[in-house]
């Protein structure tokens, strides 16, 4: 139960599996983010149509009308885990903390950093199928006001004038890389039988994204 997660005699408390840094919370807040890492739990678990407002209470340890005071409905919680969760928000600063004297060392090391993180958490990719099967994406427009803010340093990394990069608007550029690491992992899911060929299996993210940067033609043409 959640309640044994969110004590209010600890400093510190566990949050989607991580340990939060002791940040005095109100009870209140404590209660909706217990609220939110239940309804994830469950939305991963069985999806978003079959749980309920009563699951969520149930699980969390929350009167259902001690929900309603945090939150309009069971989309307004899904939204507000979409704009936390979504694997963007989780990649986007290692893609802005990644070292690199050129674009080819940046998109190495941002690619190592992002299989290390999201190897760690696979469940935001499946955060994001439930976002496009049951909502048509319908809560992205959120979500890229939240992010894209954020894409700008990275952009510029891009665009510096010997970066070799074709000129092209910055909306598409940033779609297209992030786009080809997000395509990584969703066919990474396709990719777990082991009866598959090893040659289709073992593909790391940063041989990917040596694709991305210079394409399937030899590099001599």
Do not use: C, W
């Not at 992992?185 to 082991?194: A, D, R, S, V, W």
């Amino acid at each position: 139960m959640f309640k044994k997660r969110y004590n209010k005699n600890e400093r510190s408390f566990t949050y989607f599996g991580e340990t939060m840094p002791e940040i005095p919370l109100s009870k209140g807040k404590r209660t909706r983010l217990a609220i939110e890492e239940t309804a994830y739990k469950l939305f991963l678990e069985q999806g978003y149509s079959a749980t309920s407002m009563r699951q969520i209470s149930e699980e969390a340890g929350v009167a259902l009308g001690g929900i309603y005071n945090h939150f309009k409905g069971k989309d307004e919680i899904f939204q507000e885990l979409i704009i936390d969760q979504h694997p963007y928000i989780k990649i986007l600063p290692i893609i802005q903390d990644a070292p690199g004297d050129n674009i080819d060392e940046f998109i190495r090391n941002s690619a190592r950093g992002i299989q290390e993180e999201l190897g760690r958490h696979p469940d935001f990719i499946k955060l994001m199928f439930i976002e496009i099967v049951e909502f048509n994406g319908k809560h992205f427009q959120k979500l890229y006001e939240s992010i894209f803010p954020k894409t700008l340093p990275i952009l510029q990394r891009f665009l510096s004038s010997d970066s070799g990069v074709r000129e092209m608007p910055l909306p598409q550029l940033i779609r297209l890389f992030v786009g080809s690491i997000m395509s990584f992992y969703i066919t990474e899911f396709l990719m777990t039988n082991p009866e598959l060929p090893a040659e289709l299996r073992e593909m790391s993210l940063e041989t990917y994204m040596e694709y991305f940067l210079y394409g399937i033609l030899e590099r001599n043409q």
